[in-house]
Every structure is written in structure tokens, then in C-alpha cells.
């Protein structure tokens, strides 16, 4: 397979990325191998973790293994995680035991990484996964969970041979020029984390989607359970209700903000109960509604650009999502805090070249908001002239601008009532935001 540049290119603002990135290109080849022979020489730390939860999917990735580890949390188990992108810091990508790792920790498997790889090709999301694993085998913990970094099949990360649950976000179509272009080939690589006789937890999807996922969990003989026929979740008089196969559960809203989230949140609570049928509605409960996961409609009051948008009265929101589910999932959290508050929407928007630009902004057409398109510090991001012609060909007034705080001044201006205003696109963007004021770093 020809070798294709690394899905997201990160910001080398630590050393310790400034020094992996030096050794270790940012080209993929989509294969385990890699990751494989890594792990051998090191003993196969994988064997050593606790129950791993493995989640896919094209969106809600991020959100559901938040929930789920809050979840685990609110009953008091220690928690490894290994996400990915970094917004601002690369410590946010490994969570050891429930905290970030630290400088000192990742300076120290670097080294020991570095020299048991011994110049052996192996590329920056490889050798990330293959330190997250190191270290979480060095440090007891009660749960694991694992996020893909791209598709599942071929993934650094779809290296255990019997994850305790499988977990499958909604599938939509996404880094179409590695997984695609036909959704069934997405899906096919976002099912290739389904492993023999393992349960497999999924979210609603697409037929075509479902299709392939039911393909591979019946060959592998996987149990599977699907929202909306096993199970089910959905929002009624603000909380969260789930519906599993023996009970009824009556939760807390959740806490990150959105119609979506409630979905989120109920295929977490559904892969929780999966691990720990045992698990009541108290933990459960807790987990959901103390989930944080930044820049995902985050409500920004800190930093330099939310004190602009104090000053002339209005409310800033930051979100990550980048692909058409994403722009539908974001323009109905929008519609509704419109709803609730009726005032003028503007966007303020960056994103890589090679998303749907047209097909994100669409959803927002019935809601008018004045858009300004901006760009951001990679070379694979959109020009602002062409962000602007996808917003208009997708029915929307916008503009182009030079940098996201001109384009908050721009959208702050004016006589009329205080606008909301959500500055959208893409989690690498996003990142740069939260990265201006150290107030704003996730933690």
C-alpha cells in the first residue's frame, strides 16, 4: 500500500513531539505491523493491561470514551485512556491512571523506545501507541480504554486480541482519501476492531454501515448490540433515558451540551453496562453528568477571546467536528440553543482543505448565520477565500478573514443584540484556540 501522510498533522509545540516527529516521519502505510514487531521486543506489554474497551467510529469517538471513563471513575477505578488528536499539549493523548502522563515519564520511554526500536521504520502515531501501552502496562489500573486513531482495521491501536468491549460509533464518511470513498469500505474499517466471540456495543447507523458491521460480527461470532434494536437511548423532559433489555434507566442530562450527546452518552452507558451489567443508576448517573471532553461545543469562558465576547455581551462556543454528520450533529446543538435564547448566530470557521466544506456548512442553511472563514497554522489548511465559497455554495452569507480573532471581532460587531457565537471546523483549529491562553488548556 502506498504510504500516506499522516491524518492529523499536530503542532510540534513540545519537544517530546518535536523529537518523535524528527525520528519518526508522519507517513502511514495502514498495516499493524509495525506496531506488532514493536511490542514483541518489549515483552508484549499489551498482555499486561487491565480489561480494554476498544472504541471506533467516524464521530463521537472522543466523547464516548470520555463518558465511559467518567463512568468508571464515579465508582472509583483508576483509568488508562489513549485519545487522540492533542488540542494543545501531546500529554492530553495518555492518561495514566486517571491523570496525564507527565514530561519526566514520556522523556524516559522515549528513551527506552528510541533505543529498543533501534532505527527500525515506525511512524509518530505508531510509536505513540506503542509508548501509551508501555507505560499503562507499568501502572496498575482497574480499566483501558483505547480510541482509534484512524478507520480500526489497520490501526496502531487494533492490537488486542480480546478487547473486554468493542464499542462503535456512528460511521459517516471521513478521511476519504485513506478509508474510502464508499461507505462500506469505511465501515469494513471501522469493523475490523470486532474481534472473535468479544462483545461489540454500536451506535444507530447508516443501512449501508450496518450492513458490514453485521457481516463482521457475525463472522467472528461476536455478539452485537445495537442501539435502537438491543437497546436505546433518547432525551425526555431533559434527561437522559436507556432503555437496555432488563431495565429502564432514568439519568441525569448529560454534561457536555447537544441533542447528540444524549446518543453519546447512552452507547457509553450501554458499553459500561456490557463490562458491568451489575453497575447502578447512581454511578451511572454521576459519570454522564460530570463528563468533560473540551472542544466539543465547550462553552469558552477564559482567555482572550472569551473576554471579547463578554465585553459586548455575548456567549463564545468552540467545537471540533470537521465532517457533514458532525456539521448536522452541531447545527442542532445550535438550533437549540437559538431556541433558547434567541439571538443571531455567526460562525467562525477553519478547516483542512481536504474535508466537505460544503457538505458541513449545509445543515446550517435554514438557521442563516453570518459565516467569516479563517485559517489556521498547517499547510493543509483551507484558504479562507475557498472555506468562504463552500459556505456560499451551501446557501450561507460569508467572508473571509485573516486569523479567528478578527473574525470574532467582525462577528461581535455591529449595533444589533449580542450575537452567540461558535467558532467551528476541525479539533487542529480548534486546538489553536484553546492553546492562546493557558487558562484554556485541557487538563
Request: aromatic share 6%.
Amino acid at each position: 500500500m502506498t504510504p500516506v501522510q499522516d491524518h492529523d498533522p499536530i503542532r510540534a509545540s513540545d519537544a517530546v513531539i518535536q523529537r518523535l516527529r524528527a525520528n519518526h516521519p508522519s507517513l502511514i502505510d495502514l498495516t499493524t505491523g509495525r506496531v506488532e514487531r514493536l511490542l514483541a521486543v518489549l515483552g508484549h506489554p499489551e498482555g499486561r493491561l487491565p480489561p480494554v474497551i476498544h472504541v471506533a467510529g467516524t464521530n463521537g469517538k472522543g466523547s464516548t470514551v470520555a463518558y465511559l471513563r467518567a463512568i468508571a471513575e464515579a465508582q472509583g477505578l483508576k483509568v488508562h485512556a489513549i485519545t487522540s488528536p492533542h488540542l494543545v499539549r501531546f500529554a492530553e493523548r495518555i492518561r495514566v491512571a486517571g491523570q496525564l502522563i507527565s514530561d519526566e515519564r514520556l522523556n524516559e520511554l522515549t528513551d527506552r523506545l528510541e533505543a529498543v526500536n533501534a532505527g527500525e521504520p515506525i511512524s509518530f502515531f505508531e510509536i505513540t501507541t506503542v509508548l501509551a501501552i508501555q507505560a499503562f502496562a507499568e501502572t496498575p489500573a482497574d480499566l483501558c480504554i483505547v480510541e482509534v486513531g484512524l478507520g480500526g482495521r489497520f490501526d496502531a491501536t487494533n492490537i488486542f486480541d480480546a478487547p473486554a468491549v468493542s464499542v462503535i460509533t456512528p460511521i459517516d464518511y471521513d478521511h476519504l482519501e485513506m478509508l474510502g470513498p464508499e461507505l462500506s469500505k469505511i465501515a469494513w474499517e471501522k469493523a475490523g476492531i470486532i474481534k472473535r466471540g468479544r462483545p461489540v456495543v454500536s451506535a444507530r447507523q447508516p443501512e449501508e454501515a450496518l450492513e458490514a458491521v453485521e457481516r463482521e460480527a457475525d463472522d467472528r461470532m461476536a455478539p452485537l448490540f445495537l442501539m435502537g434494536r438491543d437497546f436505546d437511548a433518547w432525551e425526555e423532559r431533559g434527561r437522559l433515558m436507556v432503555q437496555m433489555p432488563d431495565r429502564l434507566l432514568d439519568l441525569p442530562p448529560p454534561s457536555l451540551f447537544g441533542g447528540y450527546q444524549f446518543e453519546n452518552a447512552g452507547l457509553a452507558v450501554a458499553a459500561a453496562l456490557t463490562l458491568n451489567h451489575d453497575l447502578g443508576e447512581d454511578e451511572l448517573g454521576r459519570g454522564v453528568a460530570s463528563t468533560i471532553w473540551p472542544a466539543r461545543f465547550q462553552r469558552l469562558t477564559r482567555g482572550p477571546l472569551a473576554a471579547l465576547a463578554k465585553a459586548r455581551g455575548s456567549d463564545l462556543w468552540l467545537d471540533g467536528g470537521h465532517n457533514p454528520h458532525a456539521g448536522r450533529a452541531l447545527a442542532e446543538a445550535a438550533s437549540r440553543l437559538v431556541d433558547r435564547d434567541p439571538r443571531p448566530l455567526v460562525l467562525v470557521t477553519g478547516m483542512f482543505a481536504r474535508k466537505d466544506a460544503e457538505g458541513y456548512f449545509r445543515p446550517f442553511a435554514e438557521m442563516h448565520p453570518k459565516v467569516f472563514t479563517t485559517t489556521f497554522d498547517s499547510p493543509n489548511a483551507a484558504t479562507p477565500g475557498d472555506l468562504a465559497e463552500a459556505a456560499r455554495l451551501a446557501g450561507l452569507a460569508a467572508e473571509p478573514v485573516t486569523d479567528v480573532t478578527e473574525g470574532l471581532r467582525k462577528a461581535l460587531g455591529g449595533s444589533g443584540p449580542a450575537p452567540h457565537v461558535l467558532i467551528c471546523g476541525g479539533l487542529h483549529f480548534a486546538g489553536e484556540v484553546l492553546a492562546m491562553s493557558p487558562e484554556t488548556w485541557p487538563s
